[in-house]
């Protein structure tokens, strides 16, 4: 067999390793000082991403991720991040290549295993199994498939599509995968079946097909010799079976002398049973043990062949690895953008002192509307809820993730959170961002050290346009309280500390973030030495951004290298807009804010007093007012371009659906029709479930009531009901008059026309009385009507009443009569029942039970009900056994009085009379 080592047709490429997550490069030092601020501006950087929560950010791109290599790596937040600036552009056009693939197919990878454990095991001399060996074929196969498959989509898009497919390819251009080590395992292993193969070695197929002839010999003799045992009555039938590794047949104990000179393997538990082994059978069985054993150590000689092999090719198949989590991790930063509407950032490395190729207008950093990505997944949901394909602005984003300009996108916006511009001009070092407390000066700053480490990563940043960026080489932040009780720190002297380290390691390439720069001391202290900080940082950093409340940091401004920027802060509503005012200075304002607390009013005063009495110079507070005064005139002016942008707005919608209106009466007419019938519905269940409550009371009250009162609350059941659908009913109608007759008698039984339910269909269940009124059934609902309310139907058919609320008024009737009857006849007896009326709480329903069950449903309602009171037990026909059974229950049972079939016409139904 002969394999020779194949590659994809790639052009070689060095592609460097894979860098790590925490890059410093330095321009201003020796290499022997190099060498020792490397560990401390490592342990300040990833203090720095600690602050900025990168692990978060991380964890976000995780979820887009298709190996468990990658999702490992996104999870750890060891994604790659640019050591220098060609490595992070390089980041960034494997992401636009991605995004490009993703339009061509859905790109899954996770049939790409880590194998690393299982090449290590094969390095330390293990010996791997099948299964093991299986899996490094299948990650061999679905690794080149992949390239494989990036070479047809780019070939597909014409010679342009390929060259911008190319920073994928190139991540695979130098990869051996392997292919003879692929074809050997294919050779040897069916993984399908977990086997090796008889090809796998000549002396395997001999052995195995010696085995099989032996096999066939053996099993031959074992049949005649099993059958003639059979036959001579030495067992039930012919038994071949295996003991202690030998093939034998089964015998009784008492016909062993039918296998002379046999060796007795095993005994059946009972003893009855020998199994022997013919002694013709012997050389034959130790033929197929020598022979198993031989295949089995051929078996291991190649599964110690195909182990020394991946062990051999631990280097590609790592390598092939590494490469795979790059691809993987640049499809889920293009799934991530996708999921953020992120665009692409431009990074740039140049320094204002004059080297620029760019023009001089171009900002140092210009982004737009960016927001925080993680305040963001509370706007646009969970990045593993989100199908980042299906998203309505795929077109759109598309654009500006290939690195076109796109000025004209617009993503989805939403009111949290607030999206910042940032823009720095061109030769600024230091920026001082001053203004109130929670107004946004930390979480914005944090959003530029995110942008800058997103940048340097090639992920794309959740803003608008084309974001300008430039390349740092370490991000330093001092955000937050570094108070240490084991090291003896305070506030102030945590927060000193950091900046100490952080100006020992940065360099003319890196970021620095300060929060509240010489806080948590005397002012005046603080303060100047806050301005000496910046100015020592405006000649040995690329750009600093430092937020504080101390005025007079902003006077530094005299400096071309310094900048200010304020947080918004409106003074109609007392509250930070969170948006940022480049060139302006903000106040504190926290008198205001104080007062609109509710701080005591002499408090206040007082206040500005001192506040007088520090500033002697009235210019400060003249200089206050013209800002508030152009502040106010500023929000006034855009207020009115805000109101007539929405009036605008509010007129091409309204022109679009009075268009749309036009266009489209069917649908609208629909839609009316629908909202009519969705009103009416809710009207007619408020009307039900009203009549309900009136039935249900109207059935407590009759268990109780005597006769003389039956009347009267069946009177004020039906006024009740009556009511109801009176103010439910839909309004005025005109009721066409079908009798043609003024002296129209409905009859009972026949369906009319009744104007209280709204010209609705009902049927008379009591013809006209002396009152001129009808009784009628709508639906469930019995309500007695005028006369002159009822209009005839043409053609109308006399049907039945439902029978689902109770007959109220005739039944009470016959029940009266026949209670004042048995009232009568036995008084002597003293036993008087309630009115004979079916209700929820006297019926008894035994339909489908079985005979016991139901009779042991009847004796407990039986045993549960009063004295003097009735039980209606619904048994059905059906083959009559469970009315059977209840009538003989009811016959012997001591406290039924009597028992009665319910009406002549009723035979499912029998009326039981409890004492």
């Not at 051929?298 to 631990?314: K, N, P, R």
């Amino acid at each position: 067999m002969e394999l020779t080592t194949t590659r994809l047709l790639f052009t070689p490429y060095s592609s460097p390793r894979r860098p790590v997550a925490v890059p410093f490069t330095t321009t201003a030092c020796s290499s022997d000082s190099h060498s020792l601020r490397l560990p401390f501006a490592q342990t300040l950087q990833s203090e720095t991403l600690k602050t900025l929560e990168w692990s978060s950010v991380c964890k976000q791109l995780s979820s887009f991720t298709s190996t468990s290599m990658g999702l490992g790596v996104a999870r750890d937040a060891d994604i790659p991040i640019g050591k220098t600036p060609a490595e992070s552009r390089k980041l960034l056009d494997q992401t636009t290549a991605a995004v490009l693939a993703a339009e061509y197919r859905q790109w899954d990878l996770s049939g790409i295993e880590d194998v690393s454990a299982i090449v290590e095991s094969a390095r330390k001399g293990e010996l791997l199994t099948i299964g093991e060996i299986c899996t490094v074929r299948r990650m061999l196969s679905a690794s080149r498939k992949v390239g494989e498959e990036l070479e047809v989509a780019a070939a597909a898009g014409g010679r342009d599509s390929f060259g911008r497919y190319s920073p994928l390819l190139e991540i695979l251009y130098d990869c051996d995968f392997c292919m003879d080590l692929e074809r050997k395992i294919e050779y040897c292993v069916e993984c399908n079946l977990s086997i090796i193969l008889d090809r796998a070695s000549e002396d395997l197929e001999i052995i195995r097909s010696e085995r099989k002839s032996n096999m066939e010999e053996l099993d031959s003799l074992l049949k005649e010799v099993s059958g003639h045992v059979f036959r001579a009555g030495g067992i039930d039938r012919p038994l071949i079976t295996k003991r202690r590794s030998r093939m034998c047949v089964g015998i009784r104990a008492s016909h062993r002398y039918l296998l002379s000179g046999g060796l007795v393997l095993s005994v059946s538990s009972s003893g009855a049973t020998y199994f022997m082994e013919p002694k013709e059978a012997i050389e034959l069985n130790n033929m197929e043990v020598r022979l198993s054993n031989a295949e089995r150590d051929e078996e291991i000689a190649i599964l110690s062949l195909l182990t020394s092999e991946i062990a051999d090719a631990g280097i590609q198949i790592k390598h092939i690895l590494d490469r795979v989590i790059e691809i993987d991790l640049a499809f889920a930063r293009a799934s991530y953008a996708r999921w953020l509407n992120g665009v692409c950032p431009t990074l740039s490395s140049d320094h204002s002192d004059g080297s620029c190729a760019e023009a001089d207008h171009v900002r140092l950093v210009d982004i737009e509307s960016i927001r925080h990505p993680l305040l963001l997944e509370s706007s646009v949901g969970h990045p593993g809820d989100v199908a980042a394909s299906n998203s309505p602005h795929f077109a759109n984003l598309n654009n500006s993730m290939r690195g076109l300009t796109s000025s004209d996108y617009s993503g989805t916006s939403s009111d949290f959170p607030v999206p910042v511009d940032i823009k720095i001009e061109r030769g600024t070092k230091v920026v001082v961002i001053s203004g109130p407390n929670t107004g946004g000066k930390t979480a914005s700053m944090k959003t530029l050290g995110l942008a800058s480490l997103m940048s340097k990563a090639g992920m794309y940043l959740p803003a608008k346009d084309s974001p300008r960026v430039p390349w740092f080489d370490l991000i330093l932040a001092d955000i937050g309280d570094h108070q240490s009780l084991e090291q003896n720190l305070s506030t102030f002297s945590g927060h000193i500390s950091r900046i100490c380290k952080i100006l020992d390691v940065a360099s003319t390439e890196s970021l620095v973030l300060i929060d509240e720069i010489g806080s948590g001391t005397d002012p005046s202290e603080g303060v100047a030495l806050s301005v000496s900080i910046l100015q020592y940082l405006k000649n040995r950093i690329h750009l600093a951004v430092v937020t504080t409340h101390y005025a007079d940091l902003t006077l530094l401004k005299e400096d071309r290298r310094f900048e200010n920027a304020a947080m918004e802060f409106s003074l109609k509503t007392l509250q930070p807009t969170y948006r940022i005012l480049w060139g302006s200075t903000g106040d504190s304002n926290a008198l205001n804010i104080a007062k609109s607390i509710g701080f005591d009013g002499e408090i206040i005063e007082r206040a500005k007093e001192w506040v007088e009495r520090l500033r002697p110079e009235r210019q400060q507070e003249r200089k206050g007012f013209l800002y508030q005064s152009l502040l106010e005139e500023r929000d006034h002016l855009k207020a009115q371009a805000e109101k007539a942008a929405s009036l605008h707005v509010e007129v091409m919608n309204l022109y679009q659906e009075i268009l749309h209106e036009a266009e489209d009466i069917d649908n609208r007419q629909k839609a009316l029709m629908a909202k009519e019938t969705h009103h009416a519905l809710e009207e007619r269940k408020a009307a039900e479930m009203e009549i309900q409550t009136v039935v249900k009371e109207f059935e407590n009250n009759l268990e109780d009531a005597r006769p003389d009162q039956l009347n009267s609350l069946v009177r004020k059941c039906e006024s009740s009901i009556a009511s109801i659908l009176e103010a439910h009913q839909p309004g005025k109608l005109d009721f066409p008059d079908r009798s043609g007759d003024a002296s129209y008698v409905p009859q009972n039984g026949e369906q009319v026309h009744v104007k209280g339910l709204g010209n609705k269909l009902a049927t008379v269940v009591e013809e006209t009385g002396d009152d001129d009124t009808i009784l009628v059934q709508f639906g469930k609902v019995r309500v007695r009507v005028n006369k002159n309310d009822v209009r005839a139907v043409a053609n109308s058919r006399r049907s039945r009443a439902s029978g689902s609320i109770p007959q109220l008024r005739r039944k009470s009737q016959n029940n009266h009569e026949e209670l004042q009857n048995q009232a009568e006849g036995k008084k002597d007896e003293g036993s008087l029942y309630g009115p004979l009326l079916q209700t929820s709480k006297n019926t008894v329903d035994l339909r489908g039970m079985r005979v016991e069950e139901a009779a042991i449903e009847l004796d407990m309602a039986i045993s549960s009900r009063g004295s003097y009171s009735v039980i209606f037990i619904i048994h059905g026909m059906g083959t009559g056994a469970v009315k059977e059974r209840v009538l003989e229950i009811l016959k012997n049972h001591p406290r039924v009085a009597k028992y009665e079939q319910e009406s002549s016409l009723n035979y499912g139904c029998t009326v039981a009379y409890i004492s």
